[in-house]
């Protein structure tokens, strides 16, 4: 038989498989099951993240809630009085889904005993020794790309270190952007998982070209070339907002490092080619990503591929690009040399980065600690 109202709690500071095992098991043996998400102000992933990345990983779970609560006590296990403040905040999150007593709760930490006896309930521990699910959050915290298996797609796709590749047309954006992407995948590990992200706009362009020209046809008149296309402001906030959704779709699927072919700020400056100005719409969906590659055209022949501008615009573009670049403060190399070393410049910048580590702020910690 289950047992009535089972009850998880955690900071999931980040969720990882341990905790989903946590939930998973309560669920099983649970009637119900509440998960209370608890973090302190200081800490660097949103409380919002962790509640949502849960609710998408647990989205089948019908019979499990999850909420938020904001807990910037101190943590003492052996002080009463600290166990009273968490027990205000814990019991004030459970009212908010039911008025059903908690009847077992469900950890993989020592104070679950304690939590249970406050509560009346029945203490289930669940792999204690992280036998079934080694991982834990300090873990995570330290090292996320050797954790990375033991992370749920939504959180890997908060984590993955997003590199644009940018660059005028025929420089080379897509080829570096792709040996960039076989050479992390041949490193194995988690980096084995490395994806691409597809250039939209260009996609787009084919698909306004051919269009154009069929209707052209059927309504009796000539084909135009690719420079009389007329472009509206509205479609590049359609590609930008694509360029996006691709962008975080693959986040979430492949490994520590996403290698993008462009990205919604770059699609801002297109903007300014064809309309002449900026677009306050582009620009709001631009994000500012940790590393922007730029391949600069000095160095490579111009090959018209039949929807390029052509060669004059590309030192317009690759100045514009620099100076928009250093104007928003967004880190960029700018590539140089031929492909392998423009590859191996890029691949050099990418490891300088994750060598920097991702510098999240320590949880609250035991006083005697």
């Known amino acids: ?39 302190s102000d200081h800490e660097s992933i949103l409380l919002g993240d962790r509640v949502r990345w849960l609710r998408e990983v647990h989205a089948l779970d019908s019979s499990v809630t999850i909420r938020g609560a904001v807990d910037n006590h101190p943590i003492d296990y052996a002080d009463p009085a600290v166990w009273d403040l968490h027990m205000a905040v814990f019991l004030a999150a459970l009212q908010t889904v039911t008025d059903t007593p908690v009847t077992a709760v469900f950890t993989s930490e020592p104070y679950g005993s304690e939590l249970a006896r406050r509560l009346g309930a029945i203490s289930v521990r669940v792999d204690p020794g992280r036998i079934l699910a080694p991982a834990s959050g300090s873990e995570v915290r330290v090292d ?12 890997r796709g908060w984590f993955a270190r997003r590199v644009v590749v940018i660059g005028a047309e025929s420089t080379g954006t897509t080829t570096v952007s792709l040996a960039l992407v076989d050479a992390l995948r041949a490193r194995g590990g988690s980096h084995g998982l490395t994806r691409w992200v597809l250039e939209y706009g260009r996609e787009f362009t084919i698909d306004k070209f051919a269009a154009t020209r069929a209707l052209a046809t059927i309504n009796g008149g000539a084909p135009p070339a690719m ?22 779709r693959a986040a979430c699927l492949g490994g520590p490092v996403l290698i993008c072919d462009t990205d919604a700020f770059a699609t801002g400056i297109w903007h300014e080619r064809y309309q002449g100005s900026a677009s306050a719409d582009v620009d ?31 030192e317009w573009m690759t100045d514009r690009f620099i100076d928009a670049l250093a104007m928003t403060g967004r880190r960029t190399v700018v590539l140089s040399g031929t492909i392998d070393q423009r590859v191996a410049q890029g691949l050099a910048a990418i490891d300088e980065l994750l060598a920097q580590g991702f510098h999240l702020a320590d949880p609250l910690v035991p006083a005697d600690s």
């Not at 996320?144 to 959180?155: F, G, R, Y």
């Open 284 to 314: 709001l969906l631009a994000r500012k990503h940790p590393l922007y590659l730029l391949t600069h055209h000095r160095g490579v022949p111009f090959e018209q591929d039949g929807i390029r501008d052509g060669e004059s615009i590309r």
């Open 144 to 155: 996320p790309v050797i954790m990375w298996k033991q992370l749920a797609e939504p959180v």
């Open 227 to 248: 420079n009389d296309l007329k472009w509206r402001s509205d479609e590049f906030v359609d590609i930008a907002r694509r360029q996006n959704e691709l962008e975080d």
């Open 1 to 39: 038989m289950k047992t009535a109202h089972g009850l998880v709690i955690g900071k999931f500071y980040p969720p990882h498989a341990g905790h989903h095992l946590l939930i998973r098991t309560a669920a099983s043996a649970s009637d119900r099951v509440t998960v209370v998400v608890c973090a």
